[in-house]
């Protein structure tokens, strides 16, 4: 099925030190073809996350999200679709300031997955559903430590995705104070807390190494093995990030994301996950407990 749908000022605006080498030494603009493959789609804020295809002399292959002004846009756009269309780049000397998309081509692939699966296939990388096996991989935590999500095989994970130099309250330090919440709650029954963790992962390794997040979970109060912080190289975020629908883009001094956090059962598998950071603690909570208990029968 082929449509054409006018998306005006779906704007994304990217951190400083996003350059392009070889760009002109004043303001200019730029039309580049985008395509890609929608992945995730949130109609409430207006955000539709593309995995698109490189685009020479502006960026690699990446995924990224696309916030729209014209929501009701979003109604007919599904994960799995096939996009292309004209992306408008603006450029201050050889830094990217703006990003347009105008003008969307959509394909919708004939698949045998309804209307809004969330596991449609995207770029070769399906979304989880609840009931499946989160990917295994590797983190290095902030005493140093190798630390795979299997060695936490028989305990509650509840992840989440954070980095700690984070400049928006709403984004890590909202996640940060949540997962505090949490650590104190759980903490008040030993019993629990022995068969709960909680892990928050930074997907900036280039500055997050572990005597900083050693540093930053003083400041959070996040005391091992309860609450443990950890990083992981880019190759090992690739393993998890796709099926989790986590999108970041680094830059040198922000990183654009989203936030995803996880529940995971004891058998290593995908309970709940929560896009954005509107969850409830006491809502969460309910559904580690209620895992806890059924381990316990």
Known sequence: MKRRTCVVAAMLSLVAGCGVGGGAKG????????????????IA?????????????????MTMPFFLKDKSVLEDVRPGDEVEGPLRVDFVG???????????????????????SEAATTSGVTALRPGELVPDFAVTTQDGSRLRLSDLRGKVVV???????????????????KFAELARRISASPARSDRIRLLSVS?????????????????????????????????????VAGPLGLTFIPGTREIEHN??????????????????????VADLLGTAYSLVSKAGR
């Open 159 to 177: 992840l989440t995705f954070v980095y700690t130099r984070c400049p928006s309250p709403e984004f890590c330090p909202a996640m940060d104070a």
């Open 94 to 116: 050889d830094r990217i300031e703006d990003m347009d998309l105008t003008d969307l081509t959509v394909t919708r692939p004939s698949t045998g997955d309804p209307p809004g």
């Open 27 to 42: 303001p200019s603009s730029r039309t580049y073809p985008l395509k890609g493959v929608v992945r995730k789609v949130d």
């Open 203 to 239: 997907f900036d390794p280039d500055h997050d190494t572990p005597e900083v997040l050693a540093a930053h979970a003083r400041r959070r109060g996040a005391r091992e093995p309860l609450w443990t912080f950890a990083v992981a190289s880019f190759p090992e975020l690739e393993k």
């Open 45 to 61: 804020s207006g955000e539709v996350t593309i995995s698109h295809e490189a685009i020479p002399g502006v960026m690699s292959k």
């Open 259 to 280: 936030i995803r956090t996880a529940v995971i059962g004891p058998d290593g598998r995908l309970v709940r996950l929560e896009p954005g950071g509107g969850w409830d």
